[in-house]
């Protein structure tokens, strides 16, 4: 016997025919002999719903009070989620139980909209698996140290689960989504991507945080931190295929640099649209200058991605970073009301029709050549490489975001990644 986590997304939930059948495949689960917390998302679409009704009502959210109320709303559509399917596994004839993040309790910080897991309590949920329940726990949301209700940042749901695989120690952790695993890029852009059998955790890692929606990145940073065993799989598999076939379906997320000694260089690419640009013009080139424009930057709370500074002209340079989109305006108006005054800078100007284009694998690591090869792809193309970042594993541009998708595609080709580059478990044997 296992205990095995499974956490189903929005899609996945769609609709009562669709939670019908994750019940069916819960308690097939169940029936093979294994414990089973489940822990779903909200029906699709029905946080994009809640938010929109708060942004009707309220559309500055900016203050904490305002944050707060936020998480309130955004957190019902995982409420209505877990009744309905501890429902719909009643009807299946298994014993099941709901509960939402605070009835765990999943402890948190206070920062709403993006708080982070900090405790998860087990004993409530044990008792109900002891007693042979299927617990079925909301994701995407916890709760603080004053019982204020928050929410983990949009896809929360996959953090969730992992945090919740994690504290139970389960034996593994299915993701099951709307695609069967993860692919050598999104599927919905380049329909040639390929299904990964495998991808390296550190690989799983910068997809992520690239911008690979597949899983949110804090679930990939709590597999890697607790070594938690995870899978990406379908949801649309008829409910009842073989348990043995469709526990080795999907992508697992490996923690062991292995035996793929003839792996591609680059494994996937990530692309992300959240990001803007924003350059502070003629600002005097002089040591601590970095600092009086991200220290101001940072001391707002406002992450900062890619940056670069060029080199000085009559003792001026440009300094230029990316921001997520959402503090776009609030970095502008920062700039020009602080930063200006305080270094003597000639302008601000900000752009936020950019994209990052990435391409991951831990062959980049022995190879040399793989930027260039990118870079050749990209010129081909006519496309304008306007900052460039790389790190061991991976390699990022930010362009245009008119040729994002040209962009994707002619980088997925150009590292043979519309090959098959990998065996799958089936044609390995
Ligand atoms: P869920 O609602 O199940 O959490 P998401 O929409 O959050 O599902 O994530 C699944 C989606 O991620 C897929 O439909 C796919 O379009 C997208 N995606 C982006 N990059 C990848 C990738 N490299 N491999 C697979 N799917 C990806
Ligand atoms: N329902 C939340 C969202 O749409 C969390 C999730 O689906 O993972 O972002
Ligand atoms: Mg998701």
């Excluded at 414990?35 to 009707?56: C, F, Y």
């Amino acid at each position: 016997m296992a205990l095995i986590v499974h956490k189903y997304g929005g899609t996945s939930m769609g609709s009562t025919e669709r939670i019908r059948s994750v019940a069916k495949r819960v308690a097939k689960w169940a029936r093979a002999g294994h414990q089973l917390i489940v822990v779903p998302s909200a029906m699709s679409g029905e946080t994009n719903r809640l938010l929109a009704l708060a942004k009707d009502v309220s559309p500055a959210q900016q203050t904490a009070a305002m944050l707060r109320e936020l998480d309130m709303i955004a957190c019902t559509g995982e409420q209505v989620s877990v009744g309905l399917l501890s429902l719909a596994l009643q009807a299946e004839g298994m014993e099941a139980v709901s509960y939402t993040g605070w009835q765990v309790p999943v402890r948190t910080d206070s920062a709403y909209t993006k708080a982070r897991i900090q405790s998860i309590d087990d004993a409530r949920v044990r008792a109900d698996l002891a007693a042979g329940r299927v617990v079925v726990i909301t994701g995407f949301q916890g709760v603080d140290e004053d019982n204020n209700v928050t929410t983990l940042g949009r896809g929360g749901s996959d953090t969730s689960a992992v945090a919740i695989a994690a504290a139970m120690k389960a034996d593994e952790c299915l993701i099951y989504t709307d695609v069967d695993g993860v692919y050598t890029t999104d599927p919905r852009i380049v329909p040639e991507a390929k299904r990964l059998h495998t991808i390296s955790f550190e690989e799983m890692l910068e997809m992520a945080s690239l911008g690979s929606k597949v899983l949110q990145i804090r679930s990939v940073e709590f597999a890697g931190k607790y070594r938690v065993p995870l899978r990406v799989l379908s949801s649309f598999t008829p409910w009842d295929i073989d348990i043995t076939e469709e526990a080795a379906s999907g992508t697992l997320i490996t923690f062991e640099e292995d035996e793929k000694m003839e792996q591609a260089v680059v494994s996937g690419i990530a692309f992300n649209r959240d990001e803007a640009k924003v350059t502070v013009l003629g600002v005097p080139d002089k040591p601590g200058i970095a600092y009086s424009i991200l220290g101001q930057v940072a001391e707002a709370n406002i992450d900062v991605d890619v940056i670069i500074q060029n080199v000085s002209h009559d003792g001026k340079t440009d300094f230029s970073f990316t921001v997520h989109r959402n503090d776009y305006q609030r970095t502008l108006d920062l700039l020009k009301t602080k930063v200006l005054p305080a270094t003597g800078a000639a302008e601000v100007l900000g752009d936020a029709k950019i994209c990052k284009v990435s391409i991951v694998g831990i062959g980049m690591r022995s190879h040399a050549g793989v930027a260039s090869t990118m870079f050749r792809a990209l010129s081909e193309e006519g496309i304008n490489i306007q900052m460039i970042t790389t790190s061991e594993i991976k390699t990022s541009v930010v362009i245009d975001e008119k040729y994002m998708e040209l962009a994707v595609r002619a980088l997925h080709k150009a590292f043979d990644l519309d090959a098959s580059i990998e065996p799958t478990a089936e044609s390995a044997d």
